[in-house]
């Protein structure tokens, strides 16, 4: 497994760090740290990867670590060692998460309403669609860019067969997609489509899922929404192309 290093998405803006990320049954899922410079200088990080002295040198040179965002509660796998190398950040977490994991030392909580030191370049939306299914999505305003993890993913392929036949089974291989887990873990429809309309209410142009290809380009907002027809209470959609079938 090769460590991650940083790539540019937005230059000045938005940066990359990709991570394969080993899951239950024996999947490996193609996994994204998003990192944005804020105007101030100092850096977020969203849904940290494993961070190496490689890749923490790389960071060093954008500027200073603050903030550390694990968005959800099954994007925390690496939160722990991020704060224990940048201690003096902010691990900033939805209550589903600490709920789940009361270990984690989160500093501060990432719910609707709260205030952020970086709301005016950040703006979030808690899609909260049931007690174990709850993500922070974000608008980045300056590049005008969606930033999820669990909310779409975008694969379209991925190399090992079990992982394929996964993704393939919650509905969230072959382009982009939102998982069936949703479907079955929402208990409050109502509150997520509100959420949901919320976020697409941004100016969006790019939409980075933290599995598998950003989207960009004009359509990037009603791809967004189309991929979201059964939270917004739309009519399914025709399906697009299927992505070719890989052999094992």
Request: contains cysteine; positive net charge; aromatic residues 6%.
């Amino acid at each position: 497994m090769s460590p991650a290093r940083l790539e540019p998405f937005v230059p000045d803006h938005l940066w990359f760090a990709n991570h394969v990320t080993p899951a239950p049954g024996g999947m490996r899922l193609p996994t994204r740290m998003v990192v944005a410079r804020l105007a101030a200088g100092a850096l977020w990080l969203h849904s940290p990867v494993p961070i190496d002295d490689a890749l923490a040198a790389e960071l060093a040179t954008l500027g200073p670590v603050e903030h550390l965002v694990a968005p959800n509660a099954f994007h925390h796998l690496h939160a722990d060692a991020a704060k224990a190398r940048y201690p003096a950040a902010t691990l900033w977490a939805p209550e589903v998460l600490r709920r789940k994991c009361p270990a984690l030392p989160i500093d501060a909580a990432l719910e609707a309403d709260v205030a952020t030191p970086w709301s005016d370049e950040l703006a979030h939306v808690l899609i909260a669609a049931g007690p174990k299914m709850a993500e922070v999505v974000f608008h980045h305003r300056a590049s005008r860019t969606l930033i999820t993890t669990d909310l779409v993913f975008n694969l379209a392929r991925v190399d090992r067969w079990w992982t394929r036949t996964v993704l393939r089974l919650v509905g969230a291989l072959g382009g982009l997609r939102q998982s069936r887990l949703w479907r079955s873990l929402t208990r409050n429809r109502e509150a997520a489509r509100a959420a949901i309309e919320a976020a697409l209410a941004w100016d969006i142009e790019r939409v980075v899922p933290a599995h598998g290809d950003p989207v960009v380009g004009p359509d990037a907002r009603d791809r967004l929404t189309a991929a979201l027809w059964w939270m917004r209470g739309d009519p399914r959609p025709r399906s697009a192309p299927s992505a070719p079938r890989q052999r094992s």
